[in-house]
């Protein structure tokens, strides 16, 4: 786990969560009471939502229940806790009846401490998501932006009009640009929605880090390890023929024996 972990109270305002994400670089924010013990976690997507720049909405509104979590839980089981609520990370608190926080646990800290020399030669031909949404450097911000929150997604890569890979924008690169403020609800992902919003290669991630479709999954577990990257794109001559992340590396670890 990640010990001193920056946390919120309930009573801040959603835009002093924002800064303090922006500032640290961080996904997600564990939510504290008055007396500091552990409400649930704040999620980047929750950021997201946020349509004003000066929104007196505070916290507590917008709090995600996390799994319980203490120093002792054995890593196979947090990782099981992590993937049934589907959550990227989680507060670690002292006991069962102390919710004091003690530190964060998330699928990248779990994946840096994963046995993959032990794992199976499988290749992420057989896990990977086929089914990819992208997006155009050209595309408006605000556009991106409603589609990851329609569909829950964390980053989309980023294609050129040939189709060749490019890079990848993420909720993190949004919140980080200070673009994440407007927001339209027009429809098709590659349209280019309002011409107020920035483009999308003011702050896509580039280079797109990836890998081939007979990668082993162990290797594709070193690569979002060494790239600190949540994802990374399966290519073929240039061309994205789909996607694993570390929730699917995560699932294969945990069903899999004497990895975790």
């Not at 997600?28 to 552990?38: A, C, E, R, S, W």
């Not at 086929?130 to 890569?157: H, V």
Request: charged share 25%; aromatic share 4%.
């Amino acid at each position: 786990m990640t010990t001193d972990p920056v946390c919120v109270k309930e009573s801040d305002l959603m835009t002093h969560a924002r800064h303090v994400l922006r500032e640290n670089h961080l996904h997600g924010l564990p939510v504290l009471d008055n007396k500091g013990y552990v409400l649930g976690m704040l999620d980047d997507q929750d950021i997201l939502r946020m349509r004003s720049n000066k929104s007196e909405v505070t916290v507590g509104g917008y709090i995600r229940e996390t799994p319980l979590i203490t120093p002792d839980t054995d890593v196979r089981e947090a990782a099981k806790l992590l993937l049934q609520a589907r959550q990227h990370r989680c507060a670690v608190v002292k006991s069962s009846t102390d919710r004091t926080i003690v530190g964060i646990l998330s699928d990248k800290n779990i994946l840096r401490n994963a046995h993959v020399s032990k794992m199976e030669p499988k290749a992420v031909s057989n896990v990977m998501n086929s089914r990819i949404q992208t997006a155009y450097p050209d595309d408006s911000i605000a556009k991106i932006w409603g589609n990851m929150l329609e569909w829950d997604f964390s980053g989309i890569p980023v294609i050129s009009h040939e189709n060749e890979a490019m890079g990848m924008i993420t909720r993190s690169d949004i919140i980080k640009s200070g673009f994440a403020r407007i927001r339209d609800h027009s429809g098709d992902m590659h349209n280019n929605g309002s011409g107020d919003s920035p483009k999308v290669e003011r702050v896509m991630s580039t280079p797109l880090y990836s890998i081939s479709s007979d990668t082993t999954i162990s290797k594709a577990i070193e690569s979002l390890n060494r790239h600190n990257v949540s994802r990374i794109c399966v290519t073929n001559d240039n061309k994205i023929i789909g996607m694993v992340d570390r929730f699917t590396m995560l699932k294969e670890c945990v069903d899999g024996l004497g990895y975790l």
